[in-house]
């Protein structure tokens, strides 16, 4: 028999353990992935958890690639005239208002059908054990919880959890999630219809019933993923292949363009980096306007494409560029590969944390405009604009690399500095620990023209932003509001190469079985 070979890289050691376990119980890319997913919502919750959304990018051995979106939508009794009567003209960062359908669970299931090997249930057991016994707090982990402590401590889920007897658990502490484990044996035991058609789900809908929400059963049973044909690109001979609206992927398929219609320049991470970062500019500026869930509102991809918006029209940005988000990437021999993105939006989401299951519930509502002339206004039933979207690149229907990253809107930014480096021959390792920086508005008083350059990006690079009209706010070297990316590069015979962010607790393996 053939050995095969595989790949997986996750923002999390455990994670990644729990990948490569599951490549050498038998599994296959995605089975891995889905396993590492599974562990991240007990190990980061800062960044995912069981009430978030997933978009993952599947690749199966006939060559075919395709996007699962499993982006949840606003609750059926979850209203512009409701939101607007209680909050004004924007929603909050967090609370009960921004919690929108989670969807990262049926997401999973969609994945599966796509050619899983193993069952159900063999997903779950690490990510049960690490959730019972408790697995250490993290370098990430830790740092959220010191700076959102006092977030946390206003809801009593997230106090009991991450705050026990009114400490915050700090990095190296055990961090026990009794309820949480209780549910993923549930949801081990039942599959997803007990999260989203069983008692399971009727409990998490009454719990975030008592909280204020206006989520029911019906909201949750009513979910399904969309099977969505992937948007796709071309450049420097390779094809670049991501997630289409509700999602941002469109970004990073036109930053190409744009660089491609310059004339491709060899220099736009050095001395070029202004025309780059103008062209990010731009790019975010149309995603900011246009960008809506195509199911409610008519959007036009080729206009993403093409459109620009004068400077005077751009609209100011998000709150925040960055996002608290898991990317898993893997890969094996037998020709599956899997992109997979898992968030629940903003550090701790909602911060809110239903008791009774130990779910934290994601804040994706707070994507939705409140202003009724926006594509993005929030009604019934409809997704928000989305940042998650997961990338393959292949060369002559082969697959060359797997990216995924965390970075909310600065994701494309984050691909493309990455594509840039590996297709100038960069292994993942030196393309993942490299400096970056992404433009737009992190924090208050920032403008679109802000650009957070960590602390060892070249000079060069700084003085060309500069030119370009870019103010530079210095950040320290590896900071993870810069992104947890993990990259595979896949080369013929099923040789892989992979690497994990050093902004991340995360690692990669390459493995044989």
Known sequence: MTPTTFAVASPHHLATQAGEDTFRAGGNAIDA???????????????????????????????????????????????????????????????????????????????????????????????????????????????????????????PGCSQVFLPGGVPLAEGDPLVQPALART??????????????????????AGLAGLGSVMTPDDLAAFEPEIAEPLRGEFRGHEVITSPPNTQGFVLLRALDRLRRLGDPADVLGAGAGRLAAVFAAATAVRDHLLADPRFAEVDSAELMSRDLPVEERPAGPARVGGDTVGISAIDSDGYAVSLIQSVYNSFGSAVLEPSTGILMQNRGRSFSLDPRSPNVVAPGKRPRH???????????????????????????????????????????????????????????????????????????????????????????????????????????????????????????????
């Open 387 to 513: 940042t998650l979207m997961p990338v393959l690149v292949t060369r002559e229907g082969q697959v060359r690399w797997v990216s995924s990253t965390m970075g909310g809107h600065g994701q494309p930014q984050i691909h493309t500095q990455l594509l840039l480096r590996s297709m100038a021959g960069e292994p993942p390792a030196q393309a993942v620990d490299a400096p970056r920086w992404i433009v737009g508005v992190q924090e208050s008083g920032d403008t679109n023209e802000t650009v957070y350059v960590e602390g060892d990006v070249p000079s060069e690079t700084a003085r060309s932003l500069a030119r370009h009209g870019f103010v530079a706010k210095p950040v320290p070297p590896h900071d993870e509001w810069l992104g947890h990316a993990n990259l595979i590069a896949a080369g013929p015979g099923g040789r892989f190469e992979a690497a994990s962010d050093p902004r991340s607790d995360g690692s990669a393996v390459v493995g044989r079985r």
């Open 33 to 155: 992935a889905i396993t590492a997913a599974a562990v991240l919502t007990v190990v980061y919750p800062n960044n995912t958890a069981l009430g978030g959304d997933l978009v993952a990018l599947v690749r199966t051995p006939d060559g075919a690639v395709r996007c699962v979106n499993a982006t949840g939508p606003a609750p059926a009794r979850q209203t512009l005239e409701r939101l607007r009567g209680l909050h004004g003209d924007e929603l909050p960062m967090r609370g009960i208002d921004t919690v929108t359908v989670p969807g990262g669970v049926r997401g999973w299931a969609s994945l599966r059908s796509f050619g899983a090997r193993l069952e159900w249930a063999a997903h779950f057991t690490a990510a049960i054990r690490a959730a019972a016994d408790g697995a250490p707090v993290g370098r990430s982990l830790g740092a959220a919880i010191a700076e959102k402590r006092d977030v946390l401590a206003a809801d």
């Open 184 to 205: 993923l044996t549930e949801l081990q035991q039942g599959g997803p219809d007990a999260f989203y058609r069983g008692a399971l789900g009727r409990r998490l809908a």
